[in-house]
């Protein structure tokens, strides 16, 4: 048996995290980094991905994009892939909530927000695809969320990708799989990040939520470091088309 320790070891593994930039997307990228693992941060702040690279050293690249741009999918692919080689791992935390009402959804925010949230990790997971299945290993990693399976007020756009996202992630895994290429989710709760800043900063809104989960807080950043961390190793090898929750039991009540 091999030595459990080295089951979330990432070392020689390459990986592309969009929405590097900050919040989960910065701490995913940081602790893949800390696992061992080579990281390209996409994001479209170039000032804030410097940051990151600063942090994370020599083991760290950056690319400046909006992955919500299909007309330069191709070039996109090519850039994430200079740095260090094909990703191994392929992390979609680039995300955006306009946060609508049903009545007042616009053109401009339904595409905006399907572009991005879904369509992006589709198509550059495509791209990204042929070079996993040469080596016969990969992880793909999107994000969900709790309104996968939960209707909020002011979601209506957001959270038809987010649940469309749980039968992508499916979807991947029944066609990448046998190829030795794992497709999962990451669904968190309420976590401080720039996506739900107006949530924290209603301190009655953000004690509400804390009570709703069965840990009775929020979560923090370093939380979603073990799951992002099994997704993406040798310890997830016969896991996939999964959703694991990541919201301290919000969704369990």
């Known amino acids: ?4 320790r080295t089951l979330f ?3 020689g593994k390459v990986a592309c995290v969009t929405g590097a930039s900050s919040g989960l997307g910065r701490q995913v990228a940081t602790v893949l980094a800390a696992a061992g693992a080579r990281v390209v941060g996409v994001a479209r702040r170039e000032e804030a991905l410097a940051g990151l690279c600063d942090e994370i050293g ?13 007309s330069r999918l191709d070039a996109l692919a090519q850039q994430v892939s200079d740095p260090f080689g ?6 979609h935390a680039a995300g955006v909530n306009t946060r609508e009402a049903a009545d007042d959804v616009t053109d401009a925010g339904w595409d905006a927000t ?14 990204m695809v042929p070079a996993m299945k040469a080596r016969g290993w990969g992880r793909i990693v999107n994000f969900a ?9 002011g979601g209506i756009a957001y959270g038809a990708t987010k649940a469309g996202i749980g039968q992508l992630t ?5 066609a990448w799989s046998p190829h030795g290429i794992t497709a999962n989710a990451i669904g968190p709760g309420f976590f401080p990040t720039e996506l739900t800043q107006t949530v924290f900063d209603d301190p009655d809104r953000a004690a509400r939520n804390a009570a709703q989960t069965c840990i009775r807080r929020n979560g923090r950043l370093e939380d979603i470091d073990g799951p992002i961390l099994f997704l993406c190793s040798r310890a997830s090898d016969y896991v996939t088309g999964q959703v ?10």
């Open 58 to 70: 020599d083991s760290a690249a950056a690319v400046t994009a909006d992955v919500a741009d299909r």
């Open 170 to 174: 499916r979807a991947m895994a029944e």
């Open 9 to 11: 070891d990432l070392a």
């Open 1 to 4: 048996m091999d030595d459990p």
């Open 244 to 253: 694991l929750m990541v919201d301290g039991g919000f969704t369990a009540k």
């Open 114 to 127: 399907l572009a991005l949230n879904l369509s992006a990790p589709f198509f550059l997971s495509q791209a």
């Open 145 to 153: 969320s709790l309104q996968t399976t939960r209707a909020f007020p």
């Open 86 to 91: 094909a990703p191994d791992i392929l992390i």
